[in-house]
């Protein structure tokens, strides 16, 4: 018991302190796995910065695997910084469309204001996105860009894709994630999204003029490639091309990941279903007709800038 008194003075004791505050409720799309998860990822993303520039980081990981590239080739650089956003559950596509966005308004796109479209349009529930189609049309609504459905795989659209990234458009890629966020083949399991944004290409020597690129200082061997002009743009057949690599950013990770073009392609062709661990966990997902397969096997979506013309009669 305590008496109040201390040596003949009054103790008078503080008040207690307030309770605390309620926890905040966990956002509609977490379950506790997914929060633990989400807790390790974001916890490396936040001790971590982001590195910038167009070809800073691609130098590096090129430059950490130099081994691996045939010096009978002649290597090309061409990539368009885009910036890092980590997500917060099951939110990979989305996360990545607003990446995207970096090379289509100049500016941000806010991630709340997406996933709430994508809600309201029936395309989500906790942020998921199994539907390619279903991308290319929000992406165009939320970005005010023109995109591009493609299908038939990324090789059966080499040319095209390729192009695109070196007009500094982004290319939306659906893969298997691996634990260190390489493509990988799980049957669709670990179906994820990323943003291409450059590649890295291996021609035939000779193939191309010393006035179409220019060494980097760094690493001589390696030819940076600024001019983004149609002109300029590395048709498959007249470059000789040998080999391909594209740099592509995605919501677990604030680093650039360098992928064999054959493993992104391997990765996106084979996704068949959803995990079935997560198909039977409770939680609401959607899913279209046909499910993983049919939304996002083979399929890549092209995000366009829209011309002032365009843009014009798209306000009409």
């Not at 559950?89 to 709340?112: I, N």
């Not at 760094?218 to 300029?232: A, E, K």
């Amino acid at each position: 018991m305590i008496s109040g008194k201390m040596s003949g003075s009054s103790m008078h004791l503080p008040p207690p302190p307030p309770p605390p505050p309620p926890a905040s409720p966990a956002p509609p799309w977490s379950t506790d796995n997914n929060s633990k998860k989400k807790k390790l990822y974001q916890t490396i993303g936040l001790s971590r910065s982001p590195i910038v520039g167009d070809n800073t980081e691609p130098l590096m990981l090129i430059r950490q695997r130099e081994n691996s590239f045939s010096a009978d080739l002649h290597w090309i650089l061409m990539n368009t910084y885009v910036p890092s956003l980590i997500q917060d559950g099951p939110q990979c596509g989305l996360v990545a469309l607003c990446t995207a966005a970096h090379l289509l308004r100049h500016g941000a796109v806010d991630l709340d204001a997406v996933v709430q479209t994508a809600r309201s349009r029936g395309f989500t529930v906790q942020g998921e996105m199994f539907s390619a189609c279903n991308m290319a049309l929000l992406a165009e609504e939320v970005c005010g860009c023109k995109a591009e459905l493609l299908s038939g795989g990324l090789s059966g659209n080499a040319s095209r894709i390729i192009a695109h990234l070196w007009a500094r458009q982004p290319v939306l890629i659906p893969y298997d994630e691996d634990y260190n966020h390489e493509p990988c083949q799980r049957g669709g399991h670990r179906a994820h999204w990323a943003v291409a944004s450059g590649v890295l290409i291996g021609v035939r020597p000779g193939s191309v003029s010393s006035e179409q690129t220019r060494p980097d200082p760094t690493l001589p061997w390696i030819h940076l490639h600024g001019d983004s002009s149609s002109s300029c743009c590395p048709a498959v057949g007249s470059w000789s091309l040998r080999d391909v690599y594209i740099l592509a950013k995605q919501g677990k990770s604030l680093r650039y990941q360098l992928w064999g073009w054959d493993s992104v392609a391997r990765s996106n062709e084979q996704l068949k279903a959803m995990d079935p661990q997560r198909s039977s966990d409770g939680t609401t997902y959607v899913v279209p007709e046909g499910g993983v397969e049919a939304g996002l096997a083979g399929q890549a979506v092209l995000l366009h800038t829209r011309t002032p013309s365009e843009e014009a009669q798209r306000t009409i």
